[in-house]
């Protein structure tokens, strides 16, 4: 894992192991001193809405999976680029003639927003099972902190519903546009330009090996406090060993890097607990 100085980072956990959860602060200036101590002040919900910090999730996906995912994501990829129909799956630069990636949402987010570029239902279907162990990791190892905070629920709520897992269960998570998706960047200009997500949580997944399949292109993240690109460098740069997701607040400044050889595939799934006045008025008009 590639992690810039003043961070640490435990050697990569056994697969198939528990899910592990690891926090990893966003800090711009210098680097921490070896004795730093987390911030008491904050719950960790609370560094989270705040865009302080990053979990990584571990452990969350087995290596046959992985190869599944990645070979199919890169079919389905291939299979969209035949089309060439670029205009709806790629987001171009200045500069660039070409794609930069190729986004292709999961097949329930396609059918939700009548897309033609969906993946195949059985990829789908995998890593909506992926995407339910990341959120059953965080209820379980990370909340209640996170209720309170991410999902306004009260830390006495002990009730199932009020989980994560339940609310994606029960589709009551309202996800970005083409959201649940896969991002596919291929070298050379395969990236994703500096943005943020505005979602109360991001869940961004790399199937691919940066120790095999790519070279370049992690995540870059930058602190509240010095996030200008091009001014400041970013304060953190993140290549997750594949299958450990990286989960953020929508308030964190972040890009894809560029790859310089191979490809990248990444799953992505931003989102927001509906309030529950939205709730009350989908129910009305229904
Ligand atoms: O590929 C990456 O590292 C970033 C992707 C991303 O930020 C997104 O899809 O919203
Ligand atoms: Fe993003």
């Known amino acids: 894992m590639a992690i810039l100085p003043?961070?640490?980072?435990?050697?990569?956990?056994?697969?198939?192991?528990?899910?592990?959860v690891q926090e990893i602060?966003?800090?711009?200036?210098?680097?921490?001193r070896p004795d730093h101590e987390l911030s008491t002040s904050l719950s960790l919900g609370e560094r989270i809405t705040k865009g302080k910090t990053i979990l990584l999730l571990s452990n969350l996906v087995t290596p046959d999976e992985l190869d599944y995912?990645?070979?199919?994501?890169?079919?389905?990829?291939?299979?969209?680029?035949?089309?060439?129909?670029?205009?709806?799956?790629?987001?171009?630069?200045?500069g660039y003639k070409g794609k930069v990636?190729?986004?292709?949402?999961?097949?329930?987010?396609?059918?939700?927003?009548n897309?033609?570029?969906?993946?195949?239902?059985?990829?789908?279907?995998?890593?909506?099972?992926?995407?339910?162990?990341?959120?059953?990791?965080?209820?379980?190892?990370?909340?209640?902190?996170?209720?309170a905070t991410v999902l306004n629920v009260?830390?006495?709520?002990?009730?199932?519903d009020a989980s994560m897992a339940g609310l994606f269960h029960n589709q009551q998570l309202q996800f970005s546009i083409r959201e649940p998706a896969i991002n596919v960047y291929r070298a050379p200009h395969g990236h994703f330009a500096m943005h943020k997500d505005g979602r109360d949580l991001t869940i961004l997944m790399s199937l691919s090996d940066p120790t095999q399949q790519f070279t370049g292109g992690g995540t870059a993240f930058w602190s509240q406090s010095f996030p200008h690109e091009g001014l400041d460098e970013p304060s953190l740069i993140l290549a997750p060993p594949p299958g450990t997701a990286m989960v953020f607040g929508g308030k964190v400044s972040h890009k894809g890097c560029h790859i310089?050889?191979?490809?990248?595939?990444?799953f992505v799934a931003s989102f927001n607990r509906p309030m529950a006045q939205e709730k009350e008025e989908e129910t009305k008009e229904g």
């Open 69 to 94: 995912l990645v070979e199919s994501s890169i079919a389905a990829a291939d299979a969209q680029t035949d089309k060439q129909d670029g205009d709806m799956i790629c987001t171009l630069e200045e």
């Open 115 to 147: 897309c033609t570029d969906g993946l195949p239902e059985s990829i789908s279907l995998k890593l909506e099972e992926i995407l339910w162990r990341a959120l059953d990791c965080m209820d379980r190892q990370v909340c209640p902190s996170l209720k």
């Open 154 to 160: 009260s830390q006495d709520d002990n009730t199932t």
């Open 25 to 32: 602060l966003i800090r711009g200036g210098a680097p921490l």
């Open 260 to 266: 310089r050889t191979g490809t990248r595939v990444m």
């Open 101 to 113: 990636f190729i986004r292709m949402p999961l097949f329930a987010a396609a059918q939700r927003e």
């Open 6 to 20: 003043g961070q640490r980072c435990d050697e990569e956990e056994e697969k198939k192991e528990d899910p592990m």
